[in-house]
């Protein structure tokens, strides 16, 4: 592996000169577009001034910080954004697992197939789509309020009452992302040894209970580290959904980190929205490397990100 | 095999629960389709294509769809480039600083700078309404760089052999060797990275101003999720109006963002489904 060193750092460049250059471009971009911005993160230490710009505006110390766990807006999003990743994890976790088991149980491969085709669909549309097709089918007017009051209700405000916004959201989630995790489950399911079947059928066992005891102990493996890296995932309760179906009415319960970060870039408090971010990145950060190498050490260095 | 009365039942249950998963997530889009197509008169609803002439004609919507067909295009044509001129470089052991290399970009999946400082670096660049805003940040993503990294390596040295014998340089070798078979992974990132940035709302939404340079998405927000009726009412001025409602303006505008994404599905869905599997992926 280790060839003896010949000469200095310079010849060992020259001589593999050309990977270098092909590497480079991926460098360049690399480093500007995202090790730049993380050296930009050093405003969350200052009190940004447009007319100063970064590097001369003043330091503040931890002063972004302390206004802002004074403030009433980011403990609130920071609340809202747990409790939402919370009821994600809870409801959204599940719906894919319980697709793929289903679906696995289709022997009618062009039904099977369709259905697959279907669920996943939403999830290479942007939710600035989805978001403006919720908004028609929730609104008062909207087909879901019809059946609403065909069944003798008065009409729900789904996108403007809290409890109720938070309802939609996570169903909406999981009407968006369930066929796409499904996917990975079924790939799993695909990977389970015919022969287990086989033998579980001699003794006697139904669909039921090979269900039991074959294919969910094969799946637990896939199930246990996906779940791990989801925790990871805690402080993204997903951004791109919330902007697009959320309004101030529902702040209360939907103003998550992320809307507040941009709210207050918005306002230019760029110090406050800064410290807001790192303090996201940080958290993210660790738990991210926590959940992996709990992720490895659960499955024996088999699953995990990297 | 022979089945017992109550797995008859189970499988009745089951397509039938499947069937109804179906029907739900196919709902939303036939009502869009059909609000896009419809708009209400006195007796109940009748068809109409005046939505879609309105949207089609509007040129705000026109250039809109057109930089971000662009965007999409340069985008994804730059990202499959780079990517694989740098896949191709740390696909090689024998590459210096490869570890840390490979750390530096790995390090980019788990941690970030966040939007203010991405933010004022774009206007730092000067890149405020320029398409390259769009594609410059996003064009090097570490998931590209180790698919297309993982892949090349699986590729046998046997292969290469002769052509390093009679002193191929490295890009030949990549260009004349490497890509050929590698056309379905490459397919499979091109085509995420295409409606990666077809969806894009958000850097548009920040970066650009001047709407000869905005994205159809964000267009689209401002027409249907901000509900800003000054747009709505550009899009419909100089036609007869009388009987169209802004709900079937919006339906066709989300009908004329989702359509070409909705056409090349049933085509491209293995490379789709290939990428999703390829989310497992690591070092």
Redesign the interface.
């Known amino acids: 592996m280790t060839a003896p060193r010949s000469g200095s750092i310079l010849t060992t460049y020259r001589r593999h000169k050309e990977l270098l250059l092909l590497l480079l471009p991926s460098m360049v971009l690399l480093v500007l577009f995202n090790y730049v911005p993380m050296v930009g993160l050093v405003l969350a230490f200052k009190d940004y001034m447009a007319s100063l710009g970064m590097v001369r505006s003043p330091w503040v110390g931890l002063e972004n910080f302390q206004r802002l766990f004074a403030s009433e807006d980011f403990p609130r999003a920071l609340r809202n954004t747990a409790t939402i990743s919370l009821l994600r994890l809870t409801f959204g976790f599940v719906a894919p697992i319980v697709l793929a088991l289903m679906l696995n149980e289709v022997r009618v491969s062009w039904f099977k197939r369709g259905v697959q085709t279907l669920t996943y669909l939403p999830y290479f549309l942007s939710w600035v789509i989805l978001g403006g097709m919720f908004l028609m089918l929730l609104g008062s007017e909207g087909p879901v309020n019809w059946l609403v009051q065909a069944a003798g209700h008065s009409p729900v405000s789904f996108l403007s009452n809290g409890a109720w916004f938070i309802v939609t959201i996570i169903l909406t989630g999981i009407w968006q992302s369930a066929g796409y995790g499904a996917v990975i489950y079924l790939a799993a399911l695909a990977g389970i040894d015919p022969n287990l079947y086989e033998a579980a059928a001699i003794d006697g066992a139904g669909r039921w209970k090979q269900t039991r005891h074959v294919t969910l102990p094969c799946l637990a493996p896939t199930i246990v580290v996906l779940l791990i890296l989801s925790l990871s995932n805690i402080l993204n309760a997903g951004f791109d959904q919330i902007y697009n179906m959320f309004n101030p009415m529902v702040y209360d319960v939907g103003d998550i980190i992320d809307t507040y970060v941009l709210r207050r870039m918005v306002y230019q408090d760029f110090g406050l929205a800064t410290a807001a971010g790192l303090f996201k990145s940080v958290i993210g950060l660790l738990l991210v490397v926590s959940a992996n190498g709990a992720a490895r050490r659960l499955s024996g260095g088999e699953h995990g990100i990297w | 095999?022979k089945r017992?009365r109550?797995?008859k039942i189970?499988?009745v249950v089951?397509?039938a629960?499947?069937?109804g998963?179906?029907l739900?997530?196919?709902y939303?889009?036939v009502?869009?389709m059909l609000?896009s197509m419809t708009c209400p008169t006195k007796d109940g609803r009748e068809w109409t294509f005046k939505a879609y002439e309105l949207v089609l004609g509007n040129p705000e919507i026109m250039t809109a769809l057109g930089n971000t067909a662009l965007r999409t295009v340069l985008a994804t044509a730059l990202t499959l480039l780079?990517?694989c001129?740098?896949g191709?470089?740390?696909a090689?052991k024998?590459?210096?600083h490869r570890g840390m290399?490979l750390f530096?970009?790995?390090f980019?999946?788990?941690?970030?700078?966040?939007?203010?400082?991405?933010?004022?670096?774009i206007r730092n660049l000067g890149l405020i309404d320029s398409i390259w805003s769009l594609v410059?940040?996003l064009?090097?993503s570490a998931f590209n760089?180790i698919i297309i990294k993982n892949f090349f390596q699986q590729i046998p040295e046997s292969l290469t052999e002769a052509a390093r014998v009679e002193g191929a340089?490295?890009?030949a070798i990549?260009f004349r060797i490497f890509l050929p078979l590698s056309m379905p992974v490459l397919a499979t990132v091109a085509l995420w990275t295409a409606?990666m940035h077809?969806?894009?709302?958000?850097d548009a939404m920040l970066y650009i101003y001047n709407d000869d340079k905005q994205v159809l998405?964000?267009l689209?927000?401002r027409i249907?999720?901000q509900n800003s009726t000054a747009m709505q009412d550009r899009v419909r001025t100089g036609l007869d109006i009388s009987r169209l409602t802004p709900?079937s303006v919006?339906?066709a505008?989300?009908m004329v963002?989702?359509l070409p994404?909705?056409m090349l599905?049933?085509f491209v869905?293995r490379y789709?489904?290939k990428g999703?599997?390829l989310?497992?992926v690591?070092?």
């Open positions: 095999m017992t109550g797995e189970f499988n089951n397509l629960f499947l069937g998963v179906a739900v997530a196919l939303p889009f009502y869009v609000a780079v990517s001129l740098a191709y470089a740390l090689r024998t590459l210096p290399v530096l970009i790995l980019t999946m788990i941690f970030n700078g966040g939007i203010v400082p991405n933010y004022l670096l410059l940040p064009l090097v760089l340089s490295e890009t990549l409606v077809w969806n894009q709302w958000f998405q964000t689209l927000q249907v999720i709900e919006k339906a505008t989300v963002t989702v994404i909705a599905y049933p869905q789709f489904v999703i599997l989310g497992g690591k070092e």
